[in-house]
């Protein structure tokens, strides 16, 4: 039988089988897979609400936080393509790569906000910003509030093929501008199972994630960060 290799699998067999187990150590939060699954669904089911659809690009701008983590998958269910940013470049590259790659929404953490509000103007295809733990001094909508009022059943996928993009990476600009390079989910999935097999991770493991997830999609981490069979995943 040929089954797809479409992301999104991973995802749904670390809840069947490891459900009720601890999925992720953020800081001071700590989640089980289904906790997660259910964070995930509000999150696909808010895109959805603010018109993402398949296709579209969503940028995040974060380092290696528990709303990262989730964006992944979020952004996965939706059919739409993640665009994970450098945390380490100047705003004018951010203007160039959120406009070559058309991102419709932005997701940001207050911390590096301060790297966008300069250029927000200059942003031309950019409908949404949202701000992960944002304080009184950001005029941008509240992640944690914004992601409250959604549902956290299962949200209705889309067809997904394994050879439709899911991540837009972009090279940080050395010798001009950055580059994009676009990944399958069949790109992705084949690099999990390499990352997985080559780390020899089992279920009596724990996993501390620390290379930049937008790196290279965590270098395959943040996969199979849903898709091992670890205990429990800590986040630096």
């Given at each position: 039988?040929?089954?797809?290799?479409?992301?999104?699998?991973?995802?749904?067999?670390?809840?069947?089988?490891?459900?009720?187990?601890?999925?992720?150590?953020?800081?001071?939060?700590?989640?089980?897979?289904?906790?997660?699954?259910?964070?995930?669904?509000?999150?696909?089911?808010?895109?959805?609400?603010?018109?993402?659809?398949?296709?579209?690009?969503?940028?995040?701008?974060?380092?290696?936080?528990?709303?990262?983590?989730?964006?992944?998958?979020?952004?996965?269910?939706?059919?739409?393509?993640?665009?994970?940013?450098?945390?380490?470049?100047?705003?004018?590259?951010?203007?160039?790569?959120?406009?070559?790659?058309?991102?419709?929404?932005?997701?940001?953490?207050?911390?590096?906000?301060?790297?966008?509000?300069?250029?927000?103007?200059?942003?031309?295809?950019?409908?949404?910003?949202?701000?992960?733990?944002?304080?009184?001094?950001?005029?941008?909508?509240?992640?944690?509030?914004?992601?409250?009022?959604?549902?956290?059943?299962?949200?209705?996928?889309?067809?997904?093929?394994?050879?439709?993009?899911?991540?837009?990476?972009?090279?940080?600009?050395?010798?001009?501008?950055?580059?994009?390079?676009?990944?399958?989910?069949?790109?992705?999935?084949?690099?999990?199972?390499?990352?997985?097999?080559?780390?020899?991770?089992?279920?009596?493991?724990?996993?501390?994630?620390?290379?930049?997830?937008?790196?290279?999609?965590?270098?395959?981490?943040?996969?199979?960060?849903?898709?091992?069979r670890s205990d429990a995943r800590l986040l630096a």
């Open positions: 039988m040929n089954v797809p290799l479409v992301l999104t699998h991973f995802l749904d067999r670390a809840v069947s089988l490891y459900g009720d187990k601890v999925g992720v150590i953020s800081e001071e939060k700590t989640l089980t897979y289904r906790e997660l699954y259910e964070r995930v669904n509000q999150l696909s089911h808010g895109l959805s609400d603010i018109g993402v659809k398949k296709g579209d690009r969503v940028a995040y701008l974060a380092p290696n936080t528990l709303e990262m983590l989730e964006g992944f998958y979020g952004v996965f269910q939706t059919g739409a393509i993640m665009v994970p940013l450098n945390i380490r470049l100047k705003p004018d590259d951010y203007v160039f790569i959120l406009n070559h790659s058309e991102s419709k929404v932005l997701f940001v953490d207050a911390e590096l906000y301060h790297l966008i509000a300069p250029v927000k103007n200059e942003l031309q295809t950019v409908e949404h910003v949202i701000v992960h733990g944002k304080t009184d001094d950001i005029a941008e909508i509240a992640y944690d509030t914004w992601l409250a009022q959604y549902t956290t059943e299962p949200f209705a996928r889309p067809d997904i093929d394994e050879n439709d993009v899911c991540s837009l990476l972009y090279t940080s600009g050395t010798t001009g501008n950055p580059k994009g390079v676009m990944l399958t989910h069949r790109n992705n999935y084949l690099h999990a199972l390499s990352t997985m097999h080559h780390l020899r991770v089992s279920d009596r493991d724990v996993y501390l994630h620390i290379l930049p997830m937008f790196h290279v999609n965590g270098w395959g981490g943040t996969v199979l960060l849903y898709s091992e």
